[in-house]
């Protein structure tokens, strides 16, 4: 990737809540001359210093501060993607907490959090948004080519997926008509169904009337 991230801080103003980087360097001390040298106030800032070798990024967003050396190969776009993920998380995971902390009280959990970052922006090549995305535009572009190449190769092959793609519409429009047809169908049987058992309800209730009544013509209940 052509540059490392080899020291990160977090500050509100000039008060350091976590950092990390190697040991016995001066980094740290360096950094807390540049977080004194940013822009005053508390308006959002994007800044960069060259200090030899090195380049100190600052990028202070609602009063949090997240700060890097990295080599000057590195260059701005990774660092600067570096610094906007510590800034997310840092504040995720502290909210306002982190406006009246005192020095180092998040040190001890996300210095491993910085840590953990500053490997992957240092080492791993999809940290670089830019270039993951290039590489993924080519490769669905190579996709896409190979596709069409395929297409115009197997011209056949579409007119038969039509071919049958007619078929399919054809057999649906069958189908359906059938459907209909069947509900039709059972429709009206459930209505002779319904009027058969009516008419044998109505059979057995007047047999059942004429014997109790001595007669078809109920003779004794009729008056």
């Given amino acids: 990737m052509g540059g490392k991230i080899e020291y990160a801080v977090v500050a509100r103003g000039a008060v350091v809540l976590a950092e990390h980087g190697a040991a016995g360097s001066n980094a740290g001390a360096v950094a807390r001359q540049v977080l004194e040298r940013l822009p005053d106030g508390a308006a959002d800032c994007n800044?960069?210093?060259?200090?030899d070798l090195h380049v100190f990024h600052a990028k202070r967003t609602d009063g949090i501060t997240a700060l890097c050396m990295a080599d000057d190969a590195?260059?701005?776009?990774?660092?600067?993607?570096f610094l906007a993920d510590i800034h997310g998380r840092f504040v995720k995971a502290y909210g306002r907490a982190a406006l009246t902390a005192l020095a180092y009280a998040m040190n001890d959990e996300f210095s491993r959090v910085l840590s953990q970052q500053m490997d992957y922006y240092s080492n791993n090549p999809n940290a670089d948004s830019i270039n993951r995305m290039r590489g993924e535009i080519d490769q669905v572009r190579s996709v896409m080519l190979d596709n069409i190449d395929r297409?115009?190769?197997r011209g056949d092959r579409l007119e038969l997926l039509v071919d049958k793609t007619a078929t399919m519409e054809g057999n649906t429009m069958r189908f359906k008509r059938q459907a209909?047809?069947?509900?039709?169908?059972m429709w009206w049987r459930n209505v002779k169904l319904t009027?058969?058992?009516?008419?044998?309800?109505?059979v057995i209730v007047y047999l059942v009337l004429a014997y109790m009544c001595h007669?078809?013509?109920?003779?004794?209940?009729?008056?």
Avoid: D, H, K, M
């Avoid at 590195?74 to 993607?81: L, Q, S, V, Y």
């Avoid at 209909?180 to 169908?185: A, D, E, I, L």
């Avoid at 007669?215 to 008056?223: A, E, N």
């Fill in 195 to 202: 009027a058969a058992v009516i008419l044998i309800l109505t």
């Fill in 180 to 185: 209909r047809r069947f509900r039709n169908t």
């Fill in 74 to 81: 590195a260059g701005r776009r990774i660092p600067f993607a």
């Fill in 215 to 223: 007669g078809f013509t109920l003779p004794s209940c009729v008056p």
């Fill in 47 to 51: 800044v960069s210093y060259t200090q």
């Fill in 151 to 153: 297409v115009l190769e």
